[in-house]
């Protein structure tokens, strides 16, 4: 046995079967870890709305979709590096880890002076966010049978529904009647908070302690191709034709690079994302839904806001209130899914039935832009509740078909 495995072996404290957490102490990881969500949750919503303001007070809208992309790419890749994290480390240390550097890249934001020192902050944010989510749903996934699981999703409804009513809100607020900085700067108190409540609660967690090999060259190469893909996207037809070997240059390389990403993967010994998982039929099922429920909800909490100034003539703080639907009604969604899981046999019904009447809404959309807003916020409620409806059946089903680590 190797050293490691048997410096780690002391650590182990399995939850055993005969002693679960009992629901008050579950309810308490919960509340531990909710503040955190809510600071996770809170950021995807209060940036989209100030998100114009932003690109006036620095004269580059250009380059504003970068305080969106540098958040997503390095929240991506670091996301299963946490999860192996606190396989060696232990939940509650990289939890605490997460929180820190979220509340550190909101100070580099606030202070920005600049897109690219904005974005860096973004950047630093993400590599903090990027813990937070997941985290989260490990340590449910270890406080919670996979039977109950469903059951807790009302608590997180709780948390999405606060966050998506009150970071489209203050979000404009503070974009019209005071600086957007203050959207950064709020991160920094309830960061604080959220350390010290997750420090208290997940003392109570039980460990499941496995050494892990990460792979951090896979992690290097995934962000760096979708970087220049990004570069190739947002450049083209703008900066350089479309035709440009530039353009040519910057898609070549993000091929040659997602090329090495799958050599990586297929050659180290604990790759970044371990293929063999995908082989399972519910991993890639639940995988590609959620995918494509996080990508619609992302695009249209990133671009409404711009749709709502610029088509409906709406302000800042107004955009907000009108961002407001979209993000909440996903929470019912959520909740209704999550209770079909525990209660009925053929739960993928609700989803799939919510995702056909979202299909419907978002084609009027997309046909009718100048619909009248009264529309358009009816048309994208539906789209969030049909968007809402796959996440918890993707993530519990995903969770029960593969290990525990």
């Given at each position: 046995m190797s050293d490691l495995q048997t410096q780690a072996r002391p650590e182990v404290r399995p939850?055993?079967?005969?002693?679960p957490l009992s629901h008050a102490e579950v309810r308490q990881v919960i509340v531990g870890i909710g503040l955190a969500m809510f600071?996770?949750?809170?950021?995807q919503t209060i940036v989209a709305t100030a998100l114009p303001t932003i690109g006036r007070d620095f004269d580059d809208f250009e380059n504003l979709p970068w305080v969106i992309n540098a958040y997503l790419l390095t929240s991506t890749a670091v996301a299963p590096l946490y999860g192996k994290l606190s396989d060696i480390h232990g939940r509650r240390a990289m939890m605490l880890a997460a929180i820190a550097l979220f509340t550190a890249g909101s100070v580099m934001c606030a202070v920005a002076g600049n897109m690219v020192v904005l974005s860096l902050g973004r950047a630093l944010q993400g590599i903090g966010g990027g813990g937070i989510m997941p985290l989260a749903q490990i340590i449910i996934a270890d406080a919670i049978t996979p039977r109950e699981r469903g059951r807790y999703q009302a608590y997180i409804g709780v948390i999405w529904v606060g966050a998506g009513i009150a970071g489209p809100v203050f979000g404009g607020l503070f974009a019209d009647h005071l600086h957007w900085s203050v959207i950064f700067w709020l991160n920094v108190p309830l960061g604080l908070i959220g350390a010290a409540m997750s420090s208290a609660a997940l003392k109570r967690l039980p460990r499941h302690d496995r050494p892990h090999r990460l792979d951090l060259i896979g992690a290097v190469l995934i962000v760096a191709s979708a970087v220049t893909l990004l570069l190739a996207l947002a450049w083209g037809g703008t900066r350089y034709p479309w035709l440009s070997r530039e353009i040519a240059f910057l898609l070549l390389g993000a091929v040659a690079i997602a090329a090495l990403f799958g050599w990586r993967l297929m050659r180290a010994p604990e790759p970044f994302l371990p293929l063999p998982?995908?082989?399972?039929?519910?991993?890639?099922?639940?995988?590609?839904a959620s995918a494509c429920a996080v990508?619609?909800?992302?695009?249209?909490?990133?671009?409404?806001?711009?749709?709502f100034q610029v088509v409906h003539k709406l302000s800042a703080s107004t955009s907000g209130l009108a961002l407001i639907p979209l993000v909440v009604i996903s929470?019912?969604?959520?909740?209704?899914s999550g209770r079909a899981l525990s209660l009925m046999r053929h739960y993928k019904r609700v989803p799939l039935t919510a995702l056909v009447f979202a299909i419907a809404a978002m084609a009027l959309v997309a046909w009718w832009p100048a619909a009248p807003l009264w529309?358009?916020?009816?048309?994208?409620?539906?789209v969030s509740f049909g968007c809402g409806s796959t996440y918890p059946v993707s993530t519990v089903c995903v969770q029960n078909a593969v290990a525990p680590h």
């Open positions: 939850i055993q079967a005969d002693a600071l996770a949750a809170l950021n998982i995908l082989a399972n039929p519910v991993v890639r099922a639940g995988t590609v990508g619609v909800a992302l695009a249209l909490t990133v671009y409404l806001p711009l749709y929470t019912p969604g959520s909740i209704l529309l358009v916020v009816i048309a994208l409620s539906i």
